[in-house]
């Protein structure tokens, strides 16, 4: 069972790795893919909460960075456990003998390909937003999920990797704004 899902991860792979390449789309998902590094998704917010919401600024900016260390801690730890390698250093095999094609953007990865962190970073901000600014949630899930899919693009993380880092992104997100004690009914954040 294991070893068809893997099959199927890497077919979604290739399907989305090499039959959507093109250089537009080269250009779209390095952009989008860049929104999952804390050293740019961290300022945007930060500043977009900011200038939208100063009365809440600090509150919910503590809540974001909380919810991002949190998130990290547990990737880090899980990709320290599974050690998956990466499409690169998986498929080095099918790529040395000119049976497969990995279309690599930026520096090519080969270590610790599971759960993805730039997901899982992506989705812990998205969540956060769409629970603090709910009338955007469509918007910001749409985007964080392009930038998801961007990691597959780029050719350093398989489906199932950006699956994992984007729940567990969600999951440490809800389970953040719990324990900070917000609550749906008392927010008082949203931009109108």
Known sequence: MITTIL??????????NNGWASPFNNILFASLTLLGSNYVIIPIVGIMIYLYDRENYRKNFILILSSLLLGGIVIHMLKEMIDRPRPLSDMAGLIKEGKVHINVIFEPLRLASFPSGHSQTIFTVVTILSYLYRRYIIVLFFIASLSAISRVYIGVHYPLDVLAGGAIGVLVSIIMVYIQGYRGNELKSEIH
Do not use: A, H, P, V
């Open 7 to 16: 099959d199927i991860d890497r077919s979604l792979f290739l399907m989305i």
